[in-house]
């Protein structure tokens, strides 16, 4: 495990793995977005930080300046990633290639496709949360939250499910565990060396699958490239684990310490749809990377070409100029027009699926555990970098 | 009241449809386009405006109030 001197000062030496960034960035950010709304760490490689809605908006549209061709919050590592010669398409590079990687992409995630994984992902919900109710307590992070996306994905992907808690060890490897560079490179070596398997044997054995599905695919009259393949796959099971369970378990974290959001959503169903827009707002669980393509400026800030800036989705949802009480959890809020998912070219692919997990998961949880509570605030943990949400929340049946 | 999903800005957050289903609709790449000529019935104006005020890339256009 690295470990990083305490920081000095957030607007000039940021650290987004620093245990007081991960249990609190709120703060944080309402300080930077005062004094200094687009703050620079030389940890890591070095990085820029935007704190406020219309900056990172308005880079995130700018692709011309702003590359995604490595979107990390913390660069790889000579001889890293090494088998990922095509990137991580389509969020990890520009166009043209993302256009059409995207495209092949998109109709699995569509409001179609993801209509037919919900009976299964309501099947799997109920069974989670029927040994919760059994057993009277159990950890809405560890023992729910984090079973559910990646059992959905590993199906999309046409993976065995009963590997999951693999999966979810590499992804956490790669997101949680970036900042460790011995830790995130096992990750990503058993995470790649899986994928060149799998795609072996589905060359042999195609199925309606996700993988096999690229592999009957074609660009421009030719085959897509096996390093895409392995990448776009990779990414798939990367980006569909960790963020849709962050979610999850921050919302029902909320859920716990907020009784009266709770009862709300028990007693008005109707709400779910507004009210996990709104938990996205909050709770967004998404840190992105763009590397500067050519020299810039942004809000009077000079950016070099190939410095690194975090795209951050999650301050900006909680910039007081975009929302109103933007610090408040207000569970029927009706304007959102939050970022969690990203904006522009690069929106997430799978925004629609993680919506409706994150729907079902919440709503079997509430209508059989209706009235729950934290077991112990001290044994919960949280996860950030990357992807920011709660690890352990042990909670407790009254 | 009429509106118009410019296709340039969509990006296919789906906020719209997930929101007005009656009013939009999305294809298999996310994109949303308008029901019909675009026009809003009375009594969906509130969803419609609803609709605009949360998408996240301003692609929903009033073309007459």
């Not at chain 1, 590997?163 to 565990?177: A, I, K, P, Q």
């Not at chain 1, 009266?260 to 840190?287: F, K, N, Q, W």
């Not at chain 1, 077991?375 to 929340?393: C, F, L, M, S």
């Amino acid at each position: 495990m690295t470990t990083t001197p305490p920081v000095r000062d957030w607007a000039t030496d940021y650290d987004i793995f620093d245990p007081a960034y991960i249990a609190d960035p709120f703060s944080i950010w309402d300080e930077l977005r005062n004094e200094c709304p687009i703050a620079h760490s030389d940890r890591f490689g070095g990085s820029w930080l935007p704190t406020r809605y219309e900056d990172v908006v308005a880079m995130a549209h700018d692709i011309e300046h702003f590359s995604s061709r490595s979107i990390s919050v913390v660069p790889p590592g000579q001889n890293e990633d090494t088998q990922l010669t095509a990137g991580l398409p389509p969020i990890g590079v520009d166009p043209p290639v993302h256009t059409w990687s995207r495209r092949l992409l998109l109709p699995w995630f569509s409001h179609r496709a993801v209509g037919q994984a919900e009976p299964a992902t309501r099947e799997l919900c109920r069974s989670l949360v029927d040994g919760i109710v059994a057993a009277g307590h159990g950890d809405a992070a560890a023992g729910y939250a984090q079973q559910i996306p990646v059992r959905v994905i590993a199906v999309i992907l046409g993976v065995p499910q009963e590997r999951s808690d693999d999966f979810t060890g590499w992804v956490r490897d790669v997101l949680e565990f970036a900042h460790d560079a011995e830790r995130r490179k096992r990750g990503a070596d058993a995470l790649i060396e899986y994928f060149i398997e799998e795609i072996g044997k589905r060359r042999e054995n195609p199925g309606d699958d996700l993988i096999s599905e690229l592999l009957r695919s074609e660009v421009d009259g030719e085959p897509v490239p096996d390093d895409h393949i392995l990448g776009t796959a990779a990414l798939t099971l990367i980006a569909g684990v960790d963020t849709t369970w962050s979610a999850i378990g921050s919302s029902l974290w909320h859920l716990a310490t907020h009784p009266d959001d709770r009862r709300r959503l028990v007693e008005e169903p109707d709400l779910m749809p507004i009210a996990i827009e709104e938990l996205l707002r909050a709770y967004s669980p998404v840190t992105m990377a763009r590397i500067v393509a050519s020299d810039t400026e942004v809000a009077g800030c000079p950016m070099h070409e190939g410095d690194r800036v975090l795209m951050n989705f999650p301050a900006a949802n909680r910039d007081p100029d975009a929302f109103e009480r933007a610090d408040e959890v207000i569970i029927d809020r009706e304007l959102n027009r939050h970022v969690a998912f990203g904006v522009g070219i690069h929106r997430c692919a799978g925004s629609n699926l993680a919506r409706m997990e994150l729907r079902v998961a919440l709503t079997e949880w509430l209508e059989r555990i209706p009235e729950f509570h934290i077991e112990d605030p001290d044994k919960v943990t949280w996860a950030g970098g990357q992807v920011r949400g709660p690890r352990n929340v042990p909670v407790v049946i009254p | 009241m009429k509106i118009y999903v410019d296709p340039d800005k969509c990006q296919g957050h789906n906020r719209c449809y997930a929101l007005a289903d009656t009013l939009f609709d999305v294809d298999d790449y996310g994109l949303a386009t308008v029901v019909g000529d675009g026009t809003v019935p009375d009594e969906l104006v509130a969803k419609a405006e609803l609709a605009i005020a949360n998408c996240p890339e301003h692609a929903i256009v009033l073309l007459e109030p």
